[in-house]
């Protein structure tokens, strides 16, 4: 897991993080989520890309009634879980060292009756993508996974094999870094991509990707 060094007196407005739980309101319902910092860094806490990804899908802009969607690098199951309650079916998905501390918030906060559409599963990007259908998701989700440059070949190739000419991807990202600037350069050679919203008060931008037809060297 990708751990970033903190200190909490150098970066004061970051010290939301390390709370032990955040609570949302999305879709009716009231999400509680606990975040784990100090055992799983990045990976158990929630970010502002992931609140303003489900803003942007509170709002309607995309029809998940019924939808067969997958988020991946889902940390604490924010994005996953707001898109179940929305109608969506969804498999929420990151690696293995964070799907235990994930399955406890899925638990937590999908009604009883909605349970049957969640599913959590392992999944690193670039690896055992056959267990995985290809082309046969709605509907790709990612909060704040644009950010370690290494991993940018695998992600490219773990959204190539799970959408189709019809799969609509949504990234919520901060960019930071010409890095990140270079992964969506990247991301344009497979996919059509364009921005569709821009929260200005937390500096969240949302692209939406779909696939072009190109298939290039990743």
């Given at each position: 897991m990708a751990l970033v060094p903190y200190d909490e007196n150098v970066v004061p407005a970051l010290s939301k993080i390390h709370s032990s739980s955040a609570e949302f309101y999305f879709?009716?319902?009231r999400i509680q989520l606990s975040q784990d910092w100090n055992r799983l860094g990045v990976a158990a806490v929630v970010w502002d890309a992931a609140v303003v990804l489900c803003m942007y899908l509170e709002l309607g802009h995309v029809d998940l009634k019924g939808k067969t969607v997958i988020e991946?690098?889902?940390?604490t199951g924010l994005v996953g879980i707001v898109a179940a309650l929305?109608?969506?079916k969804v498999k929420i998905t990151d690696r293995k060292p964070a799907l235990e501390f994930l399955s406890a918030?899925?638990?937590e906060n999908?009604?009883?009756?909605?349970?049957g559409a969640v599913q959590?599963?392992?999944?690193?990007?670039?690896?055992?993508?056959?267990?995985y259908p290809s082309g046969g998701y709605d509907l790709i989700l990612g909060a704040d996974i644009v950010y370690l440059e290494e991993t940018f070949p695998a992600l490219l190739r773990t959204l190539e094999h799970l959408s189709s000419e019809s799969t609509e991807v949504l990234l919520s990202c901060r960019i930071r870094y010409e890095r990140d600037q270079r992964f969506l350069s990247m991301?344009?050679?497979?996919?059509s991509v364009q921005e569709v919203h821009y929260d200005q008060?937390?500096?969240?931008?949302?692209?939406?990707?779909?696939?072009?037809?190109?298939?290039p060297e990743l």
């Open positions: 879709a009716s319902h991946l690098g889902a940390g929305l109608g969506a918030n899925v638990r999908i009604p009883l009756d909605l349970q959590v599963s392992e999944l690193t990007w670039g690896e055992g993508l056959e267990l991301l344009g050679t497979l996919f008060q937390r500096d969240i931008h949302i692209y939406k990707a779909m696939r072009t037809g190109n298939k």
